[in-house]
């Protein structure tokens, strides 16, 4: 079973920006399709963006301009830049990888956005 860890969250005002790196164990991290999705208080879990293993890139709308999802094949490690976050943009924020019909989670990482 792949083990998922993300880390970066954290509190910053609006307009700031936050980097959220998910590193994944396991021998075979650049055949996997990477993802991130959030899920805010009250909200169902929302996909944000995601990663093909060819490195195709895709978003939801709402964060199209100001969020780059990346990956580091050397370093196990996929990256989700966030840029001119809003306060709507507050949620936990999960890391997903999906090989061979299989979905692995990590744990969450809290992001909020707020003055």
């Known amino acids: 079973q792949v083990q998922l860890v993300e880390s970066g969250g954290g509190l910053v005002q609006p307009g700031g920006s936050l980097r959220l790196s998910c590193t994944a164990s396991?021998?075979?991290?650049?055949?996997?399709?990477m993802g991130w999705y959030r899920q805010a208080p009250g909200k169902q879990r929302e996909w944000v963006a995601g990663?093909?293993?060819?490195?195709?890139?895709d978003c939801t709308d709402s964060v199209k301009g100001r969020f780059t999802i990346s990956r580091d094949n050397a370093k196990n490690t996929v990256y989700l830049q966030m840029n001119s976050l809003k306060p709507e943009d507050t949620a936990v924020y999960f890391c997903?990888?999906?090989?061979?019909?299989?979905?692995?989670w990590g744990q969450g990482t809290q992001v909020t956005v707020s003055s």
């Open positions: 990663i093909s293993s060819g490195g195709s890139t």
């Open positions: 396991g021998s075979i991290f650049s055949s996997y399709a």
């Open positions: 997903i990888s999906s090989h061979g019909g299989y979905d692995n």
